[in-house]
């Protein structure tokens, strides 16, 4: 099956920090969703965002489809954006069944007064 | 009003009872799934259905059995629990086809713990 890797792992960052996130994935893809899960363990969508770029406040992502990548960018950070962050993607195009998603391990943001 | 809850949000029972989760969307969409969250924070798909219609089935315990009465709803009983069936339970929806899907928005999660 598609692998997904999410790097880096862990981030601490300063309120007021900007930071860049990263998601590979081993195969074609024709969606990906990136997704907050705040301390309190809801999971929030940020993005769904196939290719290209979105912007959505502080937060942006871009995916680039053709180099199986995509990368979510926090500025100005607050402490409120701690917590874990995911991206997601569907079976591999050419494969599978399209009912259901792949996570990455995840990256866990925590923002510091 | 919440697109996909579930409930309960928390359960705490014993080894070997049996237990159910509720789940009810109401984004109109054809397709619900269970995740589990394990004490890692993975994130790994249990079932899926369309239309009713199991379409997913990950390798998954018999003694998980998952219900669906109608397209809005999708229920999972869990018999003879063990201590490892403990982790959150997260229930999603999305609209689709088998080649490609919108959004999947996911419930606020149940943590269940066997003790």
């Known amino acids: 099956g598609i692998q997904v890797e999410q790097s880096p792992p862990d981030l601490i960052l300063q309120e007021g920090a900007n930071s860049t996130l990263r998601c590979n994935f081993s195969d074609s893809v024709n969606n990906l969703q990136w997704f907050h899960q705040n301390p309190w363990g809801q999971l929030i969508n940020l993005f769904y965002i196939p290719s290209g770029t979105k912007q959505n406040g502080r937060l942006s992502a871009t995916t680039v489809a053709t180099e199986r990548y995509s990368l979510l960018y926090i500025s100005s950070s607050q402490t409120t954006d701690s917590g874990v962050y995911f991206c997601?993607?569907?079976?591999?195009?050419?494969?599978?069944?399209?009912?259901?998603?792949?996570f990455g391990k995840g990256t866990l943001l925590t923002v510091n007064p | 009003d919440t697109a996909v809850s579930q409930t309960p949000k928390y359960l705490v029972t014993q080894m070997g009872n049996d237990k159910s989760i509720k789940c009810e969307q109401n984004?109109?969409?054809?397709?619900m799934y269970w995740y589990k969250q394990d004490s890692k924070k993975f994130l790994k798909i249990m079932f899926s259905y369309n239309n009713k219609e199991l379409i997913i089935n990950e390798t998954v315990p018999n003694r998980f059995s998952p219900k669906s009465p109608d397209k809005a709803h999708l229920n999972l009983h869990i018999n003879s629990l063990e201590l490892g069936d403990s982790a959150v339970y997260f229930c999603?929806?999305?609209?689709?086809?088998?080649?490609?899907?919108?959004?999947?928005?996911f419930g606020q999660g149940t943590r269940l713990t066997v003790v």
């Open positions: 997601a993607v569907p079976p591999s195009v050419s494969g599978g069944s399209n009912y259901k998603l792949t």
């Open positions: 999603a929806s999305s609209q689709g086809t088998r080649r490609t899907n919108t959004e999947a928005f």
């Open positions: 984004l109109g969409h054809d397709t």
